[in-house]
């Protein structure tokens, strides 16, 4: 079964503790990506990886890093969280990032800072 | 820059009933995509139906169909016979078939509409 899977899904931390919350396919896409999903502004793109190890920033990457050192990985990595990063984070994937191919989203990871 | 506006934040339907979700985009680009997507309370992400710019046919998906409208930019999503799991909330999306010049594959979001459906 196609799937993107995200973990943590619940998450509460406090302010200044590195976090990590991996992301995996298993569908041999190319093109994968992060979104921050908050009221009253849709989702967010906050980094993006077109292949193994390249990766760039979306619109909102302040505060966040990320890695793409295997296909099928891309870790999104909070250094140090802060209380405006509490928000629904979403990764993607799909085969490239110019068609309109299926894009697959995860269930979502739920992350509170307090 | 690309832009995507919903600027219903709620609506509400009858069961059974047809309702119109609005979306209007904007965009100096010829070639894209354009999409909706459903968020039920469990906040997954599903794709309901998808337009492709260059296709002048409307896309349908079972009772889901859009009202594709490329000159005046606006892509609205037609919900026919309204049922109980149709309530969640809507997002219509942008994405460029073009990369670069600050096209990065990503979708482009509108704010969403959350839409009720009353039995």
């Known amino acids: 079964e196609a799937q993107v899977t995200q973990n943590p899904r619940y998450l509460i931390t406090v302010t200044g503790k590195k976090l990590t919350v991996t992301c995996s396919q298993n569908?041999?896409?190319?093109?994968m990506s992060w979104y921050r999903q908050d009221p009253g502004l849709g989702l967010r793109q906050i980094y993006y990886s077109m292949n193994v190890e390249v990766t760039d920033k979306g619109d909102v990457p302040e505060g966040y890093k990320v890695s793409r050192k295997e296909k099928r990985n891309f870790p999104l990595i909070l250094e140090s969280p802060s209380p405006n990063q509490t928000s629904l984070y979403f990764c993607?994937?799909?085969?490239?990032?110019?068609?309109?191919?299926?894009?697959?989203f995860g269930e979502g990871s739920w992350l509170t800072v307090v | 820059a690309q832009t995507v506006t919903q600027s219903q934040p709620e609506m509400s339907v009858q069961e059974a009933e047809t309702v119109t979700l609005s979306c209007t985009y904007d965009?100096?680009?010829?070639?894209?995509?354009l999409f909706w997507y459903k968020q039920p309370p469990s906040r997954q992400m599903i794709l309901v139906i998808r337009q492709e710019a260059y296709k002048q046919q409307n896309a349908t998906e079972n009772r889901f169909s859009v009202n594709f409208q490329k000159a005046a930019k606006s892509f609205s999503l037609k919900i026919s016979d309204s049922q109980l799991g149709d309530a969640a909330m809507y997002f219509c999306?942008?994405?460029?078939?073009?990369w670069g010049s600050g096209n990065t594959g990503k979708l482009i979001f509108g704010q969403g509409t959350t839409l009720q459906v009353k039995p």
């Open positions: 965009t100096s680009e010829s070639d894209y995509y």
């Open positions: 993607a994937s799909s085969r490239d990032g110019v068609s309109g191919n299926t894009i697959y």
């Open positions: 569908m041999n896409h190319e093109y």
């Open positions: 999306a942008y994405r460029s078939e073009k």
